[in-house]
């Protein structure tokens, strides 16, 4: 099976509400590569200024950790509860899923650019942050995960699109409860 326009990952969708809603929680065994720490943010900077830092930390330190479990077959995806909930945890999750069905890994890095808060919505009982990114998985190879070997990919696939994101504050500190790719260049 082959992966299609911008890996399966541009599949991961979601939603929010003004709740957040219930983690799916399951035991796991520790992870085959240690998840990346979960960012804060420590400059002197306002209040809001510093959440949307935050935010947007966090945002990347999710993209750092999904690019761990796609190149571990092996590795735990109950990682992501760190980085996500909600429909984005669910979506990577299945997404990662599929990869791995299919017997395909991925190398390289992603690159999450041009950061962008399009809004932010502070003054609630769950803070929200909009982000517009660019994701870029040029630098990003997809393998046969037995025998290493590129698999065959549409030539007119994007590699560099625009990720509106919804970021929440819960309890544990903030995360990924939205990732919807566009089919915009970036």
């Known amino acids: 099976m082959?992966?299609?326009?911008?890996?399966t990952l541009a599949a991961l969708t979601g939603c929010s509400s003004d709740e957040p809603a219930d983690e799916k929680a399951s035991p796991s065994a520790p992870a085959a590569s240690d998840p990346a720490p979960v960012p804060t943010v420590t400059?002197?900077?306002s209040g809001d200024e510093a959440a949307q830092a935050e935010a947007i930390?966090?945002?990347g330190a999710y993209w750092r950790q999904m690019q761990v479990l796609y190149a571990d077959p092996d590795a735990d995806t109950g990682t992501l509860?760190?980085?996500a909930v909600a429909?984005?945890?669910v979506g990577a999750q299945q997404d990662i899923k599929r990869m791995r069905d299919a017997n395909q890994v991925i190398t390289g890095k992603v690159m999450v650019g041009d950061q962008t808060v399009t809004k932010a919505d502070l003054d609630r009982k769950v803070p929200k942050v909009f982000l517009s990114s660019c994701l870029d998985i040029t630098k990003w190879n997809v393998l046969d995960a037995k025998t290493r070997k590129p698999v065959s990919l549409p030539a007119t696939r994007l590699t560099k699109y625009t990720v509106e994101s919804t970021v929440e504050k819960w309890p544990q500190g903030w995360r990924v409860v939205r990732d919807r790719p566009t089919e915009k260049a970036c």
């Open 2 to 7: 082959a992966l299609i326009a911008g890996v």
């Open 43 to 45: 400059e002197s900077v």
């Open 57 to 59: 930390s966090v945002y």
């Open 81 to 83: 509860k760190q980085f």
């Open 87 to 89: 429909e984005a945890l």
